[in-house]
């Protein structure tokens, strides 16, 4: 397996709750998992274990036979927000890592324009990041992820904070993009429309403490339509299992989709 999760126990000492206990996964190389679960169930915590940001209290993580114990290169994160650097264009700040990685500035500029021309923003490049959308911000940060060629891409809810109609496009670009490159990616988010929409797995989580509720396959082939019947009964049986948190949040939370 490419990446597997042996039995990991995370316990934050100064609330000594339990905020995942046993989780137990194996991906294979290429897959798209999705993690979907109720506000607290540890999803965020999960991938950030995973990223090396965090360590399990016990268990292990295992990615292209390396444990994992701390932050590589190995291992990129694309967060809910862009995180881009202000003072550097589009360009630049698909560039910015590529230079910590230590690729020469010709390299930087090859690689910089292969993703910024997959994510479709090469016409783009020298504008300033105050100047482009949210959209095109994510975007950007998308390249920026790409282009350090990284192994395994964990994805935090990374296009939760956009208007619909922004989403169902990126949705539409992320597939695209990754059925060219077939990147492992880890992806956390509240919609089980979205994971359904991407996933070959969908991995449903419970709280209290955070667990592994239940695993569904998703069968359906891609490019996948959101109003197909097979689409709408898997995402209502998917949904059905959403374990809602202590706080009673609705069901609409975990299922965002179009009026």
Known sequence: MYLTLNSINKLFT???KETLKDISLTVEKGEFICIVGPSGCGKSTLLNLVAGLDRPTSG????DGETVTGPGADRVVMFQEAALYPWLNVME?????LEAAGHSKEDQKKIAEKYLKLVRLWHYKDYPIHQISGGMKQRTALARSLALESKLLLMDEPFSALDKQTIHILRAELEEIWEKNRKTILY???SVEEAVY???RVIVMAENPGRIKEIFTIPLKRPRNIEDTEFVTLRKEILSKVQLSAKQISAEEFDQEED
């Open 60 to 63: 292990s993580i295992v990615l």
């Open 188 to 190: 956390v988010t509240h």
């Open 14 to 16: 100064n609330t000594k």
């Open 198 to 200: 991407f996933a070959d």
């Open 93 to 97: 700040n698909v560039m910015f890592g």
